[in-house]
C-alpha cells in the first residue's frame, strides 16, 4: 500500500541559487527548520551528496522535547531537486523553480501514519513558511 503524499510550496522572493543556498546550509537550516516560536533547531549537519546524511536537532524552547529528524539524500540535482529518505523510509523531494519574482520551492513528502495529514501539512508548511522569511531577509542583507 502506497503512503499518502502531502504537498507544501511557497514562493521566495529570492535567486534560485540563494534560496537554495539558505535550504542546504546548517547555518542557514537552524534559523528556520521549525514549525513554532517554541521550537528550535540547535544544530544541523549536511552532507550534500548522494548517499549523505543529514541530521537536523528539533527541540522545544524550553527544552522539556526533542528529536532528531534524520535522513539520507538518495537525489541531488544542485539548485533544482533533492530527495531525502527519512530514518523511517518515507521520503520527501523537494524542487526548486524560478519564477518571475524569483523561486518557487515545493515540497512533496510521503505522509506518516501517527498524526493526522492535515496535521503534518500545516506543521511542514508552518517550517516552509520560516525558511521563505529566513531566505528573504538574508538575500536583502546580501
Known amino acids: 500500500m ?15 541559487t ?3 543556498q539558505a535550504y542546504t546550509t546548517p547555518a542557514d537550516i537552524t534559523q528556520w527548520n521549525f514549525a513554532s516560536d517554541d521550537w528550535r533547531c540547535p544544530s544541523a549537519e549536511v552532507d550534500l551528496r548522494v548517499g549523505g546524511k543529514y541530521n537536523a536537532r528539533m527541540e522545544a524552547r524550553d527544552s522539556s522535547f526533542g528529536f532528531d529528524f534524520e535522513a539520507v539524500y538518495e537525489e541531488l540535482d544542485p539548485g533544482k531537486a533533492l530527495t531525502m529518505a527519512m530514518a523511517d523510509g518515507r521520503k520527501a523531494r523537494t524542487t526548486f523553480k524560478a519564477t518571475d519574482t524569483g523561486t518557487r520551492v515545493t515540497t512533496v513528502f510521503d505522509a506518516e501514519t501517527e498524526n493526522p495529514v492535515d496535521m503534518q501539512r500545516d506543521g511542514w508548511q508552518a517550517i516552509l513558511n520560516n525558511f521563505k522569511a529566513h531566505a528573504e531577509r538574508s538575500a536583502k542583507a546580501h
Open 18 to 20: 540563494h534560496a537554495w
Open 2 to 16: 502506497t503512503k499518502p503524499q502531502i504537498t507544501i510550496t511557497t514562493d521566495v522572493d529570492a535567486p534560485i
